[in-house]
Nanobody
């Protein structure tokens, strides 16, 4: 089992940047593929990005491709989401999740979830 805690959310203006972090504890972090998802008010949770166990391969939603970058540091048991050129439509609660098989874009495949961090982009 693994516990996940997100941080780094906040309020930023359109065009600004934020870096989210997700710290993991418990079972060996490097055995999990990791993903980021988000849920905007009144909408379903959606996939944002994912990364393999080694960090050698990544996957992005079309809506964030070229603006967001997922990375991980297995020595620090942490996965990151660098968000640049933020837009008001990026406003959501951002969740990190761990998948012991993946990575992929299907949230049903993820076994463990953090509690989320709020990102608000003002226009």
């Amino acid at each position: 089992q693994v516990q996940l805690v997100e941080s780094g959310g906040g309020l930023v203006q359109t065009g600004g940047s934020l870096r989210l972090s997700c710290a993991a504890s418990g079972r060996t972090f490097s055995t999990y593929a990791m993903g980021w998802f988000r849920q905007a008010p009144g909408k379903e949770r959606e996939f944002v990005a994912a990364i393999t166990r080694s960090g050698g391969s990544t996957l992005y939603a079309d809506s964030v491709k070229g603006r967001f970058t997922i990375s991980r540091d297995n020595a620090k048991n942490t996965v990151y989401l660098q968000m640049n050129s933020l837009k008001p439509e990026d406003t959501a609660i951002y969740y990190c999740a761990a998948d012991d098989i993946g990575p992929g874009s299907n949230e049903l495949a993820y076994d463990y979830w953090g509690q989320g961090t709020q990102v608000t982009v003002s226009s």
